[in-house]
C-alpha cells in the first residue's frame, strides 16, 4: 500500500518546497521506490490557466490537458514521471465539485460544510489512483497559518490518524535566517511555525531547514529539543549552486534517510546517484558557452518562462556548453529608434517563446526577420510559430497585412481560431465572447512528420506526441503560398489540418513548433529539439 508523506512550509514562501518534494522523490525513485508528488493549491482559482504568467509564472500542462502549477514541472523533471491531471488540485476545483453535488442534490438535508465536506475531498483527491506506488509526496502550497490553507492542515491531519503513524510522514521546511547585526543564525522562527502546525494536530517528523550559512550542530540540536523531533531528523539545507545539485545536498544531508526512518523502514545500502553527479559535472565543468536571445512578453518574471529555461540549460548539458540568456521584450524592438541588429548581433541564435496578446508580437517579427535575413538560428514555439509564420506571410509570400485573428480581424488570417475540432466528448464548437477558461488546445496531440525533413532528423522519428496550450492555429489554407515563400509546413496534425511544425530548408537551423516542448525536457534526457537547436548555436558561434 501506498506510504504518504506530507510537504508543509513555514516562516516565508519561496523556500524551494516543489525543489525539496522533487528531490526527496527523486531520492527515494533512486532507491527502487516508485513514487508520484502532487500539489495542492489552496486558491479558489480553479485552476492556474487563467490566471497572469506575473501572478502565477507559467502554467503547466500535463499529457491529459491539464494546466497545472509550475512545481510539477520540477516534478516531472526530477523523476522523469509524467504529472497526469489527477497530481493537482485547488481549492476552486474543490468547492466548485462540492457545490455542482449540492446543486444536484446530492446531499439532500444535510449542511454542507469544511469539515468533512471539503476535506473529505481533500481526502479523496490524495488517495486517488495510488495503487502501484510506494510513496506519494503530497505538497500543500502556501505557508503554515494561512487562513486558505487550513482546510488541507486539516485533511492531512486527519489522513494520519486514517491510515497509521507508519503510512504517513509530516515534513516541515522552515527558514533560519541568518541576522547580521547578532552574526548569528536564529531557530526562532522555525519554533515558531512548528508551534504553529503542531496547534493544528500536525506534529512533523522531519524538519528541513534552509539557511544561507552552515547549521550549527548546537543550532541543530536546539531545534530538535525545542520541535520535538530527532536530531537527525533536523536536515540542514543550505543554498544550492543549481537546482540539479539539491538532490544530491539532501541526499548529503541525510533527507531520504530520516524520512524513511521515519516510517520505520530500513534505508539500506546509499542509493546509485550518478546521473545526479553526471548532470552536476557538466554544469559545473562546461566546455564552452553559448548566448540565446529570448524575446518574450513576460521577461520581467523569469518564472514565467520556467520549463523554458530548464529545457535550454538541458540542451546546453547535451553539448557541454553553458547557456546564457539575453532575456529581450518583444515591445523593446517596436519604439522608434530601436536597434534591433544591436541587440540581437551579440546572440547566437534566436528563440521567441508562446504567450497570449499582442503586445510586443510586432518585436517578435522583427526578431523573426533578423534570424531569417541573417541566418541565424531561429526557434519558434508557439506564439513564436505563429509569428514566423506572419513574418513569412509578410515578408517572403507578399502578403503585407497577413496577421492573426487574436489581434483582431484581419484580411489575411495566417493564424486564426478554429471553432471547431474533435475531442474526447465529440465535436466542440467554442463561441465568440463565450468563457474563456478551458477553451484551449491542451495536452498531448500526436502530429506526423515528412520524412526529409529537418524536424524528422532531429526527432529521428516521423511520429511524434507533443504537449500544446494555446487557441489558435496556423491556417492551412496558407500552405503553399507560404512555402513558395520557403516556409515548409514539416509536421501536420494527422488529419493533415492543424500544421504543427514549420521550417525553413534553405535556413541553417529555423524551426517554428505550435507545441511545447520545454515542458518534456529533463536534465537527464534533454529533448532533441532543445539539444539541436543548442548544438546549431554552438556552430553559430564559431562563425561570428
Ligand atoms: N496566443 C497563441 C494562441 O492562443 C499562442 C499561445 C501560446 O504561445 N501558448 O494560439
Known sequence: MARFIFIT?????????????????????????????????????VDPGTMSPYQHGEV????????????????????????????????GRIYQTIIAKERRGDYLGATVQVIPHVTDAI?????????????VLCEIGGTVGDIESL?????????????????????????????????????????????????LGIQPDVLVCRSERPLPDSDRAKIALFCNVRKDAVIPALDAKSIYSVPLQYHAEGLDRAVLEAFE????????????????????????????????????????????????????????VKVNIRWIEGELFEQAGSDVAAQ????????????????????????VRFARERKVPYFGICLGMQMACIEGARNTAGLAGASTTEFGPTNEPVVGMISEWMSDEGLQKREEGGNLGGTMRLGAYPAKLSGNSHAAS??????????????????????????????????????????????????????????????????????????????????????V
Open 60 to 91: 503547466y500542462v500535463t499529457d491529459d490537458g491539464a494546466e497545472t502549477d509550475l512545481d510539477l514541472g520540477h516534478y516531472e523533471r526530477f523523476t522523469g514521471v509524467p504529472s497526469r491531471q489527477s497530481d493537482n488540485v485547488t481549492s
Open 151 to 199: 482546510p488541507y492542515m486539516e485533511a492531512i491531519r486527519q489522513l494520519r490518524n486514517d491510515l497509521g503513524r507508519l503510512s504517513t510522514v509530516f515534513v516541515h521546511l522552515t527558514l533560519v535566517p541568518y541576522i547580521a547585526a547578532a552574526g548569528e543564525l536564529k531557530t526562532k522562527p522555525t519554533q515558531h511555525s512548528v508551534r504553529d502546525l503542531t496547534s
Open 344 to 367: 540581437l548581433e551579440p546572440c547566437h541564435a534566436i528563440l521567441v517563446p508562446g504567450g497570449f496578446g499582442e503586445r510586443g508580437t510586432e518585436g517578435m517579427i522583427e526578431s
Open 9 to 45: 512550509g513555514g516562516v516565508v514562501s519561496s523556500l524551494g518546497k516543489g525543489l525539496m518534494a522533487a528531490s526527496l522523490a527523486a531520492l527515494l525513485q533512486a532507491r527502487g521506490y516508485r513514487v508520484r508528488i502532487r500539489k495542492f493549491d489552496p486558491y479558489l482559482n
Open 123 to 135: 481526502k479523496e483527491f490524495a488517495r486517488t489512483d495510488v495503487d502501484d506506488l510506494d510513496f
Open 265 to 320: 523502514i530500513d534505508p539500506g545500502p546509499s542509493p546509485e546517484l550518478g546521473r545526479w553527479s553526471d548532470i552536476v559535472d557538466r554544469i559545473e565543468n562546461p566546455e564552452g558557452e553559448v548566448t540565446i536571445g529570448v524575446i518574450g512578453k513576460y521577461t520581467g518574471l523569469l518564472d514565467a518562462y520556467k520549463s523554458l529555461y530548464e529545457a535550454l540549460t538541458h540542451g546546453g548539458l547535451a553539448n557541454r
Open 458 to 543: 532531429i526527432y529521428g522519428a516521423d511520429e511524434i506526441s507533443e504537449r500544446h496550450r494555446h487557441r489558435y492555429e496556423v491556417n492551412v489554407h496558407y500552405r503553399s503560398v507560404l512555402e513558395e515563400g520557403g516556409l515548409v509546413f514539416s509536421g501536420m496534425s494527422p488529419d493533415g489540418e492543424l500544421p504543427e511544425i514549420v521550417e525553413r530548408p534553405d535556413h541553417p537551423w529555423f524551426v517554428g513548433v505550435q507545441f511545447h516542448p520545454e515542458l518534456k525536457s529533463k536534465p537527464f534526457d534533454p529533448h532533441p529539439l532543445f539539444a539541436s537547436f543548442i548544438e546549431a548555436a554552438i556552430r553559430q558561434s564559431r562563425l
